[in-house]
């Protein structure tokens, strides 16, 4: 078969305009097909959400990977940025890689509500468990440096329950899923099993 030069033309064209376009990059950080064994952590999408201070990557993902059992972020925090107040029914280990701040930890999902919180000192190389369902907050607190963790989480795509303060009842906490991290790659209704 000859394929003439304005047939192969078109071909390439319509191949590039496929590749580069915003829906296909799109696809392209959530494909699980396109999971190579090795990668380079500074190459893979980066974004704040809009949460603040909060810098995100996944490293490897539920939705974006197909991971079954766990999925691993890298978290930045800018001085003063945090997390908000929350709870989810898997377990999460944090290692911290750099700087300094503050852990939140409320272990009352026993009580109405999560009541005034534990406070732990978090330093590089220092690492902490948050228990299933266990409010809790992230804070950096050092004024002059960034707060970088990597966070390892159980049951992925976690479902977070987000409290406006300590006090708020847990009957009122506000689900949060996808988070928006997972929101990208969620295209149908995800059936979350216990």
Known sequence: MNLSTTTILIIKTIVLRFLFSPATAQASSCSIKEF????????LPQDDYELG????????????HGMKEIEIWLHTYSP??????HR????????????????????????????????????????FYIPVNDAHQVWNTNDHEDLQVLVIISQPPIR??????????HAAAKLAFPIPWDARCLEAPFKYEL
Not at 112 to 126: A, L, M, W
């Open 36 to 43: 190579p064994v090795v990668r380079n952590i500074s190459e």
């Open 53 to 64: 201070g909060l810098s995100h990557i996944t490293i490897a993902g539920s939705l974006m």
């Open 80 to 85: 003063g940025a945090h997390t908000p107040i």
């Open 88 to 127: 989810h029914s898997c377990e999460e280990v944090f290692v911290v890689l750099k700087g300094s701040g503050t852990l939140f930890l409320a272990s009352s999902m026993h009580e109405k509500y999560p009541g005034k919180p534990q406070e732990f000192h978090i330093f590089p190389n220092s690492t």
């Open 160 to 169: 977070a329950f987000v409290y406006e303060d300590w006090f708020m009842p």
